[in-house]
């Protein structure tokens, strides 16, 4: 049998990897796919817990961070199409028109 | 059986570090992809089919299908190299070392792998998450249906030429 142990560090590693990429990577949609990453790696450590904690509350849970994930997707690549609109790049260092 | 969940977690540390490291957005994507069906088949694993089987019906069917569209729309072609300094590479490599190693050892000392016999079985079928969600959950369930009317409208007028 899988510890407990073993599904939180691969969500760990998951979400470090997530982190990683929402940092250092330039491309919008890139760094966008990494939140989804990262949203998946507490889904997962949420669906452990249910598991060995004998609660179903986890999976719904996990139900409604599929949901918002959705709705942030859907919201989040409209702003980039308009962003790509109206400066024709989707680097992130070209967003810099708040920096002092 | 265990092996199954090894196996897995291995695609899925394999394909999310692809998704990190690729140039081109759509690679990244489909490796992203390839990590929510695999996390799928960890769920599996967990007992829970329905979420199991939502997962890839919403997130990599629904969600992934919206990336791969947004990225042909805009024709996301490979990344620029970066203008930053190669102090903030050579240093942020530690710096995410170090996270995943803090973490990793909250874990084990939380966590210990003992020798505990395996939970007993949790149902996981649409009937019992049913049952909660149109229950015990069922307001956030009915305000999530006008979440994504507001995200849909959202998208509309964000997206359009002119408004």
Known sequence: MVPLSHYLALSVILFVLGAAGFIFRRNIITVFMCIELMLNAVNLAFMAFSRFLENLDGQIFVFFVIVVAAAEAAVGLAIIIALHRNRESLNIEDVDSMKM | ?163
């Open chain 2, 1 to 163: 059986m265990t092996i199954l969940f090894y196996i897995a977690a291995a695609v899925t540390v394999l394909a999310a570090l692809n998704m990190v490291l690729q140039r081109t957005p759509v690679y990244s994507a489909l490796s992203l992809i390839v990590v929510l069906c695999s996390l799928a088949v960890v769920y599996l694993l967990l007992g829970a089919e329905f979420m199991a089987v939502i997962q890839v019906i919403v997130y990599a069917g629904a969600i992934m299908v919206l990336f791969v569209f947004v990225i042909m729309l805009l024709n996301a072609g490979h990344e620029a190299p970066s203008h930053r300094s190669r102090l903030t590479k050579w240093l942020g490599a530690p710096i995410i070392g170090a996270l995943l190693v803090e973490m990793l050892m909250v874990i084990w000392d939380q966590f210990p792998p003992t020798s505990a016999a395996s939970p007993p079985h949790l149902d996981g079928s649409p009937a019992a998450i049913g049952h909660l969600l149109f229950r015990n959950y069922v307001l956030p369930f009915e305000v999530t249906s006008i979440l994504i009317l507001v995200a849909v409208l959202g998208a509309v007028v964000l997206a359009k030429k002119e408004l």
